[in-house]
């Protein structure tokens, strides 16, 4: 009986009084069923030798387990050599007399494993030497790691490996509907436990994980992709109507592009343009149009021009009924398709001709929408009546000592029927002191009455009823000495031995002039090569750095006037400079009026270095003259303090002085400062100077409003502009980030083109009556803001021209931005035609205001917000941040929203904006 009274079969030994037992008890072959290591529980009871009497020397209390490997499961008869000892075995409990008196058995259960790798099976026996002995139950097992599923990947039932620290190896397998994202791993150990898994498997498209198996998206749900977290809600103006979704389809007139992701909402091709307006001047037209009503959800509209020439009379809008398209002669700028801006010049139209004019609107889904043709809108002009263009070339023929015949070809745009043509000529040396005019319906004239031996310059313009057109190029001919003309081009032989006499004397000058200026070589290398790069471009002087003379003072002698410190009288102190105290007062020299003068000087106690950039301001100011940049008078070097002596500016710097006058000038008077700083800089970049630091705080101004472009220091831009509040630190100097070009503050490409990107930031300065740049935004902010895209919003009541003019100083390619002589002739225009500064977006202000209110009863989504308040283009960078609603970011905590930049700058773009947060 067991200890639960069941009885049971036992095996029993119990010779405990003869010596030398050898008893063996032996199982049935044991298939191994591919275990590696099995297990043996030997359940047994064993008599204390203690309790039997007289068995000393005897009695044992122990007995011996062995294995025996065997493919044979019928070995009749094994050695007793051919087993293997596994151990030998003790019990833990003994039983006594007693015990079997009262009917108590104690178990002993002890468990043995042992590797069995070489057969198909094996036996085991037990071996008594003379205990007295019970044999219960033997039961042999190996360990498995049980079937799981970990990371979407099945490992299946695995049996442990040999050696008690052996790991197995189990690769698994993806549940239905996944696919791998990493070979999934597992490890079994050998007490049947799965360890380390590695890798995993993924949902397929249209699938996600719910409880360890993959499940297909529901309907109205879809996943594109199997790495998506899980399936999503099809996003707006779209569905999906079964199970297991990739994608959803969109609504009955709505549209995917190819490129648009499967998040994307369903959109919609543009509507027409709008109030297309269009300007005519002379041969060109200026059309312009606003945006179309409905975007169609998109933010990538573009616009493209059709352009036909109709028949006089004919106002015919479209379909060609007396139109045809225009020639490839016409110009469009900047383009005639994929337009992003909404104002385009059409020029070299013919004179007084009909045109019309069909502006198409599409976008991203006018493909897939089938619609093909893009919506559009058109209008139809006159072009005016133009003077003819100049006549091109002159001939000379026949010609003598008192007479030629000219002839010349008809202008390459007549623009109208050709009138008359009239002939201007003078002695060259007369220039156009005393002229003479002929008048010729024909394109030739002879020309009588001339001295012998004389050059002649001509001139020749065209008349139509439009009136004189420009007249042509100066053509100089010679009259003869000799009485009898030559045939052909009109040159005789002492004409051409004058000529070549004349080049040889030309030559004989030219080598002398080289000569003495070999000999005066004092200029360094790079001087001589600037000097030649002179030559190269005759008539354009160009910047020379001082820094590339040897010695400081040879510069600064070279274009700078030394001044008699005995004729500078100093009044009072006006500011701070770099290098000590800017003062005002009075400068008399010899024979001129008294003038007065700003008065900079280096302070005591200075370097070598810091003398040489003090005195290089100086040296690169002189070299200027221009009633835009500011007049250097001369510079003290003989004696101390070092003195730079410049005009003097009466209303000192202009961020200071708009500030101090917010909102008391006109818009003219604002853009005649903006076109005086623009004459400046076309100044400084027709001579091949980078300013670098073109700000509103380094322009001067005079008491007539007079703007001038000022501090030409070398060493602040390489090292630090203390007024440059906001500088970031870049290897190599600070830089006034606020004002600087992204490709000079990423790698310091400084340009004309840089300095008219600061130039943009100048104009929005001055329009916003000397606001901060980014307000209060830090500097990486800025950069992070302008790398998303994001650009200055026009200043309150700023003109829509202005601001389209700093946005265009603003291209992000370099290539793309205006030059200032672009600039300087757009301001022009703007001052001519003060009514094209009247637009100004001020609207959007009013529809924040309504946004606001809009926005509280949250009947808007985020997109519809975003183009009512004219931003919608920051919608795709919102949302690839992950805002895509109104709800997201209304959820954001000030912390989160200001460690946005682009929210930043939203934030400073619509006053609303904030409020609505
Ligand atoms: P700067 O070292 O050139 O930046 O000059 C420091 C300050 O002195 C400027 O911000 C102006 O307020 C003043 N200043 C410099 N030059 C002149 C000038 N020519 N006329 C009037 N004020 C000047």
Redesign the pocket.
Known sequence: MDEKNIPIRTYQVCNVLEPNQNNWLRTDWIPRSGAQRVYVEVKFTLRDCNSLPGVTGTCKETFNLYYHESNEDRESYIKESSFIKVDTVAADESFTQVDVGDRIMKLNTEVRDVKVTTRKGFYLAFQDVGACIALVSVRVFYKTCPLTVRNLATFPDTITGADTSSLVEVRGSCVNQSEEREEPKMYCGADGEWLVPIGGCLCNPGYEERGGACKACRAGFYKAKSTDPGCAKCPPHSHSLRDGATICDCHAGFFRADTDPPSMACTQPPSAPQQLISVVNETSVVLEWTPPHRLGGRSDTSYSLECLICQTGSHSHTGGRFCAPCGSDVLFSPGQTGLTTTRVVVSELRAHTHYTFIVHARNGVSQASGAGAAQSVSVSVTTNQAAPSPVSSIQATDVTRHSLSLSWQQPDRPNGVILEYEVKFYEKDQRERSYRIMRTFSRSVDVTGLNPLTVYVFHVRARTAAGYGEFSTPFEFSTNSDPFPLIGEGVNSAFLLLSVSGVGILLLISAAVFIISRRRSKYSKTKQDSEEEKHLNPGVKIYVDPFTYEDPDQAIHEFAKEIDVSSIHIEKV?????FGE?C?GRLRVQGKREIYV?I?SLKAGYSDKQRRDFLSEASIMGQFDHPNI?RLEGVVTRCKPLMII?????N??LD?FLRKHDGQFTVIQLVGMLRGIASGMKYLSDMNYVHRDLAA??I?VNSNLVCKV??FGLSRVLEDDP?ATGTYLSPGGKIPIRWTAPEAIAYRKFTTASDVWSYGIVMWEVVSYGERPYWDMNNQDVIKAIEEGYRLPAPMDCPVVLHQLMLDCWERDRAERPTFSQILNMLDKLIRNPGTLRRTGGERYLQCTKAKTEISSSKWSLCEWLQSIGLERYRDTLAAAGYTSLDSLLALTHHEFSSHSLLMALKQTCFAFVDCI
């Open positions: 006006i500011g701070m400079g770099e800017v005002s700003a900079k500011i410049t005009e003097y500016m009466e000192g710097s200071a705080r380094n001067l000022s501090d007024e």
